[in-house]
Each structure stands twice: as C-alpha cells, then as structure tokens.
C-alpha cells in the first residue's frame, strides 16, 4: 500500500472512539478509510454503531503530521504496517469478531502458516520451562508456527523451543514495537524477527501497561488454531487467552502438572472444562492438521511424554556415550552430562551441581536429549542412554 492511503488508516485507527469494530463498520459502508474522511457528517451519523459522537470525532480530526511521523518511524525500524485487507494479513485472525485493522510487524508473516499459541505463567516451574521447549520445538519440527507473547517464564520458553526446532514463531506484543518489554528478552526478541515475526496492534511509543495484555491475548489466539496452556496458576492471564479461544471457536489445550502445585491449578482447571489433555505432541497434530487441511503423519521424533513413560533400563547395563556422540558438544553440555551417570539424577541436583543458571541446564538437557545422550524419567530425573556402539 501507498503511503499516502496509509495514512489514511492509521489516523482513522487513531481517531477516539473508532476502535476495531467500528473500523470495520466504516470499512464495509466505505471503500476506504480516505472515503471515511471525506464523508458528510449527515452520512456518517446513520451508519449503525457510529453515531453523531464518533462522526464528530472522524470531521473533527486534523493530526495528519502524527500518522506521517508513524509511517517514517516504521521506515527507520524496518516495520511495516500491514492492514487488514493486505494479503499477508493473517487470515485466521479476520475470523474473531474485534480483528485490529492495522497490524505493525518486524519480520516476516507468510499467510500460508498454520500456526498454534503456546502461553503460561510468568512464574515457570523448571518443569514448565523445560516443557514448553519441548513442545515448542516438537511444533516447529512438524512445520508448526509457535506463537506466544515474548512474557518472561513459558512464554519466553515457547520462542526458544521454535528457534532451537529451527522453526517459525510470532512474538505479540502488548507495547509499541520500539519498546522490548520485558527488557531481558531484547536478545530473544531479535532471534523471533529474524525467524518469525513480532507483531503488536499499538502504535509506536505505547507502553506496555496492563490493559494492553487481554486485547494483545485476543490476537495471539485469534492468529492460530489452538491454543496450548503449559502452566497457569488460578488467576493466569493464560486462562485468559484460553477464555478468549474457546471463544473464538479455537481449540484449547492443557499440559497436566504436578498434583498440588499452584502452576498446576489453572491447567488442570482447563482439563475438567473440556480442554483437550497433552500428553504427547499426537494430541496437538491430529486435531490442528486437519482444521488446516493437512492429513497427520506419524512423526519420527519421540513424542514428549514418550521417555518419560519408557520402562526404565537396567544400570548395571548402561555405559558412557562413545567419543564420537559427545564430539561437538559445548562446555555446557559436556559439565552437564559429566553429572549424569546410569542412575538417575533430578533437575534440582544437577542445577545445584553444576553452577549453572536453571535456564543454562534447561537449553544443556534439550541439547543432550536431542544428541540422544541422555533420557528423561518421571518425576524430571534424567539418565544416560546406552551407546549405541
């Protein structure tokens, strides 16, 4: 689009009590927002749920330099403003019934992509971390978009178990584009543009204040086809976005956790109201496939629960990986899997042993895992696997 009729959608997006809705309304009795603009009062009133109110505001407005000032500033960040009638606009989100008219993207959205949301608590469990990258990265190896909301614990856990399965994932914000929020994932933040996108529907310069967070849940539910809760305590903002889903006629997941834990309550809530049960990343692909119109096909990665309920093998059998499966590894890597012997050892012990940060023997477990050095047992204890040699 040109950037003379973009301006006309941004001032129309900015004029006071337009919102989404109405944009809509305006959008379908005009054939564009420059014709909305150009509109008598008279003819502005009687188009229903406007109102002589909201046609005074439309006359009234005249800060053309501000939508002129946020077209320059996309140009200086390489944003663009995609709206909704561009043919990169995600499609899935033009079905929910409040879509924003004009999305700010950083990245790349490809309208094909099947997308599914992965959200949780703010205050992740070791396990709820290590879960979600599992999942996530299960996703992304299956052709899956994983979207989240680049929040501090599960979410944050979500985006880097898409990039680790070298996939595609969708960061939406409840801010402007030009602020990284939380701050400590400005690194995170750059890895999603790079290999997704990150989208917000608030124009450059808004904070992220706490009302922005239910209406950026409608878009992160709104772009994909469910929604999986890995970690929600009682009062979560997940359980939001799983409202907000369900809703939008989404379907809702949950990852079950440990009985009695607080980031388990929300969750296991989800489970007695319908939400489909994830025990194995089967549960996810064969009802999202089909909605996209692919058929499922039997995955050669091991499912995720799939270690954890394997018959434990015998230690006395067990023996080091060869030289050539650890060659590669980095120093990470190699402390954590000097920790881990034929009989098994908790994620507590090793993070204590080893001196590393949760999240440094987080992403040193998936490595290892996927190097298929070591196994996952229940209860988050973790062994070495026979060499194969």
């Not at 310069?205 to 890995?230: D, E, K, Q, W, Y």
């Not at 007695?272 to 994830?278: D, F, H, I, P």
């Not at 089909?290 to 629960?305: D, H, K, R």
């Amino acid at each position: 689009m040109d950037q003379e009729s973009l301006k006309y959608w941004i001032a129309l997006r900015a004029v006071e009590e337009v919102g989404c809705v109405g944009f809509r309304t305006l959008l379908q009795a005009f054939s564009s927002p420059r014709e909305v603009f150009s509109a008598a009062a008279h003819t502005l009133r009687v188009i229903p749920g406007i109102g002589p109110k909201t046609a005074d505001h439309i006359r009234a407005f005249s800060d053309w330099g501000m939508a002129e000032r946020e077209i320059e500033r996309a140009r200086e960040l390489g944003v663009a403003i995609v709206t909704c009638g561009d043919a990169i606009y995600p499609r899935n989100l033009l079905n929910i019934y409040d879509y924003p008219p004009l999305l700010y993207v950083q990245g790349s959205l490809r309208p094909e992509e099947v997308c599914v949301a992965v959200v949780g608590s703010r205050l992740a469990s070791v396990y709820g971390r290590y879960t979600t990258e599992k999942i996530s990265r299960e996703l992304a190896l299956q052709g899956i978009t994983v979207v989240s909301g680049l929040a501090r614990g599960i979410d944050a856990a979500a985006h880097r178990g898409a990039l680790a399965g070298k996939g595609r994932t969708i960061a939406v914000l409840g801010c402007g584009l030009d602020i990284v929020y939380p701050p400590e994932n400005e690194g995170l933040a750059g890895a999603v543009a790079a290999h997704g996108a990150l989208v917000t529907e608030f124009p450059f310069g808004t904070p992220p204040n706490a009302p922005n967070f239910p209406s950026r849940n409608r878009i992160i539910s709104g772009i994909s086809l469910g929604v999986v809760v890995v970690e929600a305590g009682e009062k979560s903002g997940s359980l939001i976005t799983a409202r907000i889903a369900a809703e939008q006629g989404r379907s809702v997941f949950a990852v079950p956790g440990e009985i009695g834990a607080a980031g388990s309550r929300g969750t296991h809530r989800l489970i007695k109201q319908g939400a489909r049960l994830v025990e194995n990343i089967e549960d996810i692909l064969e009802e999202i496939l089909p909605q996209a119109g692919v058929a499922p096909s039997a995955s050669n990665e091991p499912s995720l629960f799939s270690r954890m309920n394997a018959p434990e093998s015998d230690p006395e059998k067990a023996t080091a990986p060869a030289r050539a499966e650890i060659a590669g590894l980095g120093n990470q890597e190699q402390r954590m899997l000097s920790l881990i012997s034929a009989r098994p050892v908790d994620i507590d012990t090793l993070i204590t042993s080893s001196g590393l940060t949760a999240q440094e023997v987080l992403n040193a477990l998936l490595v290892l895992e996927l190097r298929g050095l070591i196994r996952q047992l229940p209860g988050k204890q973790f062994l070495r696997k026979e060499s194969s040699n």
